[in-house]
């Protein structure tokens, strides 16, 4: 709690519908790890702007049916009331709500599909946080990502929904002749920076990028500092690997970076030079393999979406200090050893 | 045991080689979670009777090989004794069994590979329960789907393995004018309601799903109750969203649904009007995962097999009530710490 | 610690130089689980003699130098000591060094993608040395094909790096009439007998591959034994079963199935009549998955690496002796159950 939200903080506390309104906000928050209801407001602010400005309402109007309806469904699953509180279950759902209309087209059956897809991205979500409590690693949008890959796939399969959105199946090939090019001006680097942030939430708009990056400050200003980092840094290293660089100017190959830059840098270990070496080996990582994800994904048509982030994040958090791995000897108890032997 | 079988119980009890036989017989009637060897023998009886109608004799041998195989070979690697009486190292190869003759044609190598991957699926299996042990969740039939996958993608590699009755590989498409389309009478939707059973053991045979269902009833109400309704929500949703009504009468869309139900609504959770509707919830997540397999797998000719049932039975029974995920923020232990700190 | 290098064991203990020598060394040598200095010396005059041979230099400075990065990463990542001299953070990173000029080509840009490779290769085998630790089971050479898969793929996306050294994107088929033909000669099986030792480090040479079997008699009868029977049996099933004659002359049938023999028959059990069965049956199932890789990974250009030896010892570590696995009965405390019942 910040003096910012102070007062809306008391309200809160009386009132439950003013309470739902703040953990739904929350919700939005926790896309970028920040339990705070402004910043959650400014992301919605943020979404709205760019989804208006791209003719796509439908975007942001998903978006807030996805976040309701993820913290709704927990609702009704006996969740655990401080994560509930702090958005935990929510931002899942805003991502979905977000992705589903900007990848498939189809009026109603587009709306049941997008309400069931945010269900189950709470369902997921509390699934994969049993599992991943064993390691102490969260389960980031790990949720989103699984769900939006499984209804898009499933989508192939259905009459109703239209899937001309999504590229056609291919080979993965070496971009060669066929990689466009922009020029690499001021202009562009300025865009790119922003548009690696805003394509967190699906948006492709330098504004929405700039509200989102005041939205981090609002609650955090390593959070801030450390999105333009990894952004900063996720653009160099593909343009300098030769990477497409009309999708790098639209911000696809940031959006993760900058998640892993936020999450390594600032959320899950306290900054510190150290800390900032670990997190841009973290941003290299990131941006490998959103390359990976895009290629493997070719044949099957689907977009990489916050994967590389899940994916680097939980490689980077889950090495412990000293710790012994299993050794390259004997052990103990195999169905192989022989009866006489138990 | 019921009083039905009581006869049979006492003579299991006495005779090492009846003791076999009822071991084999609940190992069959575990597919649907039922340890009852009059189960596992009206399954079987299921089964030969929609071998014999489609001309495929071998599928029903195999079956029987398969669940011999891999309950032979769980006797010789130091079986958890009780687990092995109610037929939980069987209930795998018996599906290996039935699929593999369904997907391949090759003579003696085929029946040499069916009894590697029976044997095998019962080491998946020992290798699985040890895994997800940790969350106090069941293997089901992923070591079938596992050993099923690798040996059917194996057999392209091979000459003597024949893969033709395989689809050959293509992009996902959105199917469009392709989608072909069964006229939707109160037939063909009494045949979809059955078929979606009889699939589970790879028969397409309105009778076969009758006899399987019945087998049901006589260990379990709730079993054959949920396995219906399954098959209802499942047929309801998938004709609704416009998938391909030929391969849903087949039953190839319900197969999984009906599982699940089985598994959510009356084995792992008690039945409720609560469970109900999350057994429902579960039963379209389910179907979406199988739209998803069948476009996954698409370029590589696989078949989903249980697949959907197994993730989406995984992803409903892991959330716990009350509880807390990790929390987004500080991690201690991390490798990036400096040493000092330590 | 054997007779042959006590000079040097006492040499490593008194100066801190050779002690970094030593270590990495060891390194080397833990790709086939020896941490045994000498074995990892000779298996590094192997890779040279293979990588001269084949006039493909950049092979086995890529291995020095994947070796020594990995080494390095530990060290600055507070790695557990006892693991660090026994070359445990080392093993990974030569293989990432050895794999990356054999697929890709790109001069500078080519030689930081291996350097950040090898040092993920790091970071990667803590991170899965803290997850497989809870089931007891060796993160093996996992962390090496994951760090090589991803960054196969990611070289598609960036014009510096060239992927023409990688298969074209393809369908699997049934290879039929396709498949090349060796003659089955005794000299060619005693090549395929060696080259599928030598292909471990991605070289083609049966000098190499005798060098190899020499490096591992050095320091285990048993593990020299237990290669060449998993090499032998892996030759004999493919060939059997109809193969591709010139890719198993060429040892990309056998790789994985050597380091499957070596790791079940000598390393993790004690040898016995009962576990060399195993062994076999870990073997074949080994070829399998190398099939069946082999195919899945036809659409995305990519080569099976070790990753077949990986699965495979995986699966057959962890079936432990009487384990009882999670029965088909009511689990309690899922979100599922209504609240009173709390």
């Not at 796939?153 to 990689?179: K, Y």
């Not at 939980?314 to 390259?328: E, R, S, T």
Request: proline fraction near 4%.
């Amino acid at each position: 709690m910040s003096a910012l939200t102070a007062p809306w903080d008391r309200a809160a506390e009386r009132s439950a519908a003013a309470r739902f309104v703040d953990t739904v906000l929350k919700g939005a928050g926790q896309v970028m790890f920040q339990g705070n209801p402004l910043t959650g407001l400014l992301f919605l602010v943020g979404i709205c702007w760019g989804a208006v400005a791209a003719d796509t309402a439908s975007v942001a109007v998903g978006a807030v049916v996805g976040l309701v309806v993820a913290t709704v469904t927990a609702l009704l699953l006996n969740p655990d009331p401080e994560s509930l509180r702090s958005g935990l279950y929510g931002f899942n759902g805003i991502l979905v709500g977000a992705a589903l209309p900007t990848f498939l087209a189809g009026g109603a059956a587009l709306w049941v599909y997008l309400v069931l897809g945010a269900a189950t991205s709470t369902v997921v979500f509390m699934a994969v946080a049993n599992v991943f409590q064993t390691w102490q690693v969260p389960a980031l949008t790990f949720p989103f990502n699984l769900v939006n890959w499984l209804l898009l796939l499933a989508a192939f399969q259905f009459l109703r929904l239209e899937t001309s959105p999504l590229a056609a199946g291919q080979f993965p090939q070496n971009i060669g002749a066929a990689a466009a090019h922009a020029d690499l001006t001021a202009g562009y680097l300025w865009h790119t920076l922003f548009r690696n942030v805003s394509q967190i939430f699906l948006i492709d708009n330098t504004v929405t990028g700039v509200i989102f990056v005041l939205a981090l400050l609002v609650a955090s200003r390593w959070a801030a500092l450390f999105a333009l980092t990894g952004s900063a840094v996720a653009t160099a290293t593909v343009l300098a690997l030769g990477a497409n660089s009309v999708d790098v100017g639209n911000g696809l190959y940031g959006l993760s970076a900058v998640l892993t830059a936020i999450a390594l840098g600032s959320v899950f270990y306290d900054p510190s030079w150290r800390v900032l070496v670990y997190t841009v080996f973290g941003v290299l990582v990131t941006v490998m393999i959103h390359g990976a994800l895009v290629s493997a994904f070719a044949p099957i048509s689907l977009p990489a979406g916050t994967g590389p982030f899940v994916f680097a994040t939980w490689l980077f958090l889950l090495p412990k200090k000293q710790f012994a791995p299993v050794q390259h000897g004997t052990l103990a108890g195999g169905s192989a050893e022989s009866r006489a032997s138990g």
